[in-house]
């Protein structure tokens, strides 16, 4: 699977032929980041939001897709939906319980959220640094808190933790 931020397009390339074999574009996405294939065969991409058809009000939101219709059969924005904006960078996990793990990029903020969209856990990066020249940010004045991408990784899968008490 391969996104196409720019052209707010992800397609699933078939790795012998070359051939592209699914797409999803700006018709449901904006300016996307880390589309990425679930276990039940769905699509999960965090929608940054930026230049959306059919509205002037950026906002954010994390959507599954059904690959068959093309259609979203869940996702998670906020109320009102310009509260969770986050431009650039930014990803989506899905976890084993069931909630979804989402890295808001440009305003460093993991949280955790359920089915239901209740937030059950949040985390807001404390240190912020400038991004310097030559990355594309120049035009921001301030130091920010961005993060690229956020895992939850179980304590067994790292093994300095298994160890640890």
């Not at 650039?88 to 440009?106: C, D, H, K, M, V």
Request: no cysteine; aromatic share 12%.
């Amino acid at each position: 699977m391969v996104g196409f931020r720019s052209a707010s397009t992800a397609v699933i390339i078939h790795r012998e032929t070359g051939d592209v074999t699914w797409r999803l574009g700006p018709d449901v996405l904006a300016q996307q980041h880390y589309p990425h294939e679930l276990a039940n065969g769905t699509i999960l991409v965090f929608d940054n939001g930026s230049y959306r058809q059919g509205t002037s009000v950026p906002y954010s939101r994390v959507v599954e897709v059904d690959r068959a219709s093309r259609a979203a059969v869940w996702e998670y924005r906020d109320d009102p939906p310009q509260n969770f904006y986050s431009p650039y960078t930014s990803s989506a996990q899905r976890l084993p319980n069931g909630n979804t793990l989402i890295a808001e990029g440009s305003f460093g903020r993991i949280f955790e959220v359920t089915a239901g969209g209740e937030v059950v856990w949040e985390y807001v990066v404390p240190h912020f640094g400038s991004f310097g020249e030559g990355v594309g940010l120049e035009s921001s004045s301030r130091a920010q808190n961005a993060v690229f991408r956020a895992y939850r990784y179980a304590r067994s899968a790292i093994a300095w933790l298994r160890s640890a008490p």
